[in-house]
């Protein structure tokens, strides 16, 4: 079975950037989609960004242009880039293979103004 670890989240500064790891155990992980997702105090959660098992990606609206989703299969991570954050980007963030039941434990970004 799949397990996902969340890495990277921490405290920044409004216009500042994080990088978040979501790294993989078990075989398999070059055949699955993964997503980011966040979710935000008294929010539901939301699609960030995704990426397929060739390589093309989506964004929410509202992370087009700031954020980007890349992959190592070599090393059984998906990552997300954050750049210019914005306190409205203050969430936990979550790793997710696919559609499936299989997330991590989120790690926790806050973006002071």
């Known amino acids: 079975q799949v397990q996902l670890v969340e890495s990277g989240g921490g405290l920044v500064q409004a216009g500042g950037s994080l990088r978040l790891s979501c790294a993989a155990s078990?075989?398999?992980?070059?055949?699955?989609?993964m997503g980011w997702y966040r979710q935000a105090p008294g929010k539901q959660r939301e699609l960030v960004a995704s990426i397929n098992i060739g390589g093309s990606t989506g964004y929410a609206d509202s992370v087009k242009g700031r954020f980007t989703i890349s992959r190592d299969n070599a090393k059984n991570t998906v990552y997300l880039q954050m750049n210019k954050l914005k306190p409205e980007d203050t969430a936990v963030y979550y790793c997710?293979?696919?559609?499936?039941?299989?997330w991590g434990q989120g790690t926790q970004v806050t973006v002071s103004s």
């Open positions: 078990g075989s398999g992980f070059s055949s699955f989609a």
């Open positions: 997710r293979v696919g559609r499936s039941a299989t």
